[in-house]
């Protein structure tokens, strides 16, 4: 196995946003002079669109930007709670999480693994509409667990897959912002990894004034 296996979707013009977004679609435009090649490119996107990580003001009007999150939260050691055998638009629970054994210590990143990206990213908005969710008692149980940034594969916030949701239905990201842990969002390849612990990494844009920034997720092994 490579030292390093990337954790990132791709991200290109055929990816939409969230429904919340109206499914936003990304924008890239090259502009180029000449007479040789010259060229610079221009992107317009959802911040929660692809591979990022979530700060606390996301759900909290006092909440911090994403510039004020350390990289010290999203790099470090990492454990993986498989749930990869959870089907469409699933919930999963905290018994569920539970049930998985995983080798979770005070401190690590905690990744929620269910290959849901791997089968469905590029496919919108069906990646979104029929994504696996937590509960909010799974929420409850990440939180007992005092990891520093919980990493999703999967779509995991029910109401986010929905248009007419409100502020309030957010519950797992209440729940988890609400406790200051960065939530880093559609990564993908963790069947990848063969082990249950490792060292991950999740790199953000330094944005002032956001509440998000893309990311780049990768794991040493």
């Known amino acids: 196995m490579s030292p390093i296996v990337d954790l990132s979707v791709v991200v290109d013009r055929t990816t939409a946003g969230p429904p919340a977004s109206g499914g936003a679609p990304v924008t ?20 929660h669109t692809g591979s990022h990580v979530d700060s606390t003001w996301h ?9 004020a999150t350390p990289l010290t939260a999203v790099i470090g050691r990492a454990a993986v709670v498989d749930c990869s055998d959870v089907g469409p638009r699933e919930a999963i629970d905290a018994s569920r999480l539970d049930a998985t054994g995983a080798p979770i210590e005070e401190g690590d990143i905690l990744v929620i693994r269910t290959d849901w990206t791997d ?15 937590l509960t909010e008692d799974a929420a409850d149980w990440i939180v007992e667990r005092r990891p520093r940034a919980v990493v999703f ?5 029910y109401a986010a897959a929905l248009e007419d949701f409100t502020s309030e239905d957010f519950v797992v990201h209440r729940k988890l912002l609400g406790q200051g842990l960065p939530l880093v969002e559609q990564a993908t390849h963790l069947g990848g990894i063969d082990r249950p612990r490792f060292r991950l990494l999740a790199p953000f844009f330094l944005l002032e004034q956001a509440e998000a920034a893309p990311c780049r997720i990768f794991a040493e092994t």
């Open 59 to 67: 759900v909290f009007a006092d909440g911090d930007a994403i510039a």
């Open 28 to 47: 890239i435009e090259h502009h180029r002079r000449g007479p040789g090649f010259w060229q610079v490119s221009s992107m317009a996107a959802l911040l």
């Open 153 to 157: 594969d999967f779509f995991e916030e």
């Open 119 to 133: 089968q469905a990213w590029g496919d919108f908005p069906r990646f979104y509409v029929e994504s696996p969710y």
